[in-house]
């Protein structure tokens, strides 16, 4: 790469079904893209003697930016140094638990990769990953998989037995089955994923605090195996339910807020077959799951409840993605 290059990457945002907080400590996340919230990169890079990374505008979180930047520098480039100037665009909010972090990094790995003329989906998810430390600190990888590869996708991150013998972590893509639709009702309340998973850290390094999540663990494992199995097989109903169960958990965890039990009580007494906050929590956006000849009224009831934008994301749209990563 000699002369002065541009190129354009995009990702989409995400939603954790089930799981969220608890596959910090071991547990499993179920998660999804959400197709129509998305981020754009645009790069701008020249090979220097050293790197030097330019935002075009200031963010909010500028610092953590830069850094995840140089990261994913180190991960793809092996040591080669550019001159970067970088703008971001799109309609991802950070702190809205629809993985802003994890759709900046994506984007910015299939940015720089373009300039070489590469496609790797594999790198860009590792590279993602990376980046994300800059995020989180120590981030599960739900988030950077589901949206570097576009899919719906589980991640467990704790010890598992298979046929009695221990095995590691695990990753795979998640089928879903056509024939419902997830509402995404935003709060309008914003708070850094890093403060939710560090108050709770904290609370589980107790002796009292880590009694507590390990009970709390388990359950979710429980939830998100019966919640998988229900998705592949259209048990929406049963879906439902198990997002209600998976929410007592992270109310639990006092990561629920007023406006999110507001927006809930709302879903469900529309019909919505169940509810629950999707991502850090501390506001950010519910996740309502319901019959597509009941959105509307959903929604209508969450606008109602005060929810300040609402994303439309069908499971047909997602089974379709389901199909292609078979």
């Known amino acids: 790469m000699g002369s002065r290059q541009t190129a354009i990457g995009q990702a989409c945002g995400k939603a954790i079904l089930i799981g969220e907080h608890f596959v910090v400590f071991g ?4 998660a999804f893209p959400v197709l129509a919230a998305r981020l754009q990169v645009t790069l701008k890079a ?9 935002l075009e505008a200031d963010h909010e979180d500028s610092r953590r930016l830069l850094e995840a930047c140089r990261r994913g520098l180190k991960e793809i480039t092996g040591g080669r140094r550019y001159r970067l100037d970088l703008s971001v665009a799109g309609n991802l909010d950070a702190g809205a638990g629809l993985g802003a972090s994890a759709a900046f990094s994506v984007a910015f790995a299939r940015a720089f990769l373009a300039l070489d003329g590469r496609e ?3 790198l860009v998810a590792q590279t993602a990953f990376e ?10 990888g739900i988030d950077s998989t589901t949206v570097a590869f576009e899919v719906p996708c589980y991640l467990k991150t ?3 037995f298979v046929n009695g013998a221990e095995v590691g972590a695990s990753a795979g893509f998640l089928e879903i089955a056509p024939g419902a639709v997830f509402l995404l009702a935003d709060t309008g ?3 850094r994923t890093s403060e939710a998973v560090s108050t709770i850290k904290a609370f589980a390094e107790t002796v009292r605090g880590g009694k507590i999540i390990s009970k709390l663990v388990d359950i979710s494992e429980t939830i998100a195996l019966q919640t998988a199995a229900a998705m592949q097989d259209a048990d929406f109903e049963y879906v439902g339910s198990m997002m209600n169960e998976n929410h007592y958990l992270l109310r639990a965890l006092e990561v629920s807020t007023a406006k999110l039990e507001r927006l809930r009580l709302g ?5 919505a077959l169940g509810a629950k906050l999707t991502g850090a929590g501390h506001g950010g956006y519910l996740l309502a799951l319901c019959w597509p000849d009941n959105v509307d009224n959903v929604a209508e009831a969450l606008r109602n409840r005060g929810a300040t934008n609402i994303i439309c994301q069908t499971t047909a749209e997602l089974a379709e993605l389901s199909q292609t990563a078979d």
């Open 46 to 54: 020249s090979e220097r003697a050293r790197n030097r990374v330019w």
């Open 131 to 140: 980046m994300e430390r800059a995020f989180h600190g120590h981030p599960s």
């Open 189 to 191: 309340e914003r708070r």
């Open 120 to 122: 790797d989906e594999d």
């Open 267 to 271: 879903a469900l007494g529309a019909g």
């Open 27 to 30: 547990g499993t996340a179920l």
């Open 158 to 160: 704790g010890e598992r």
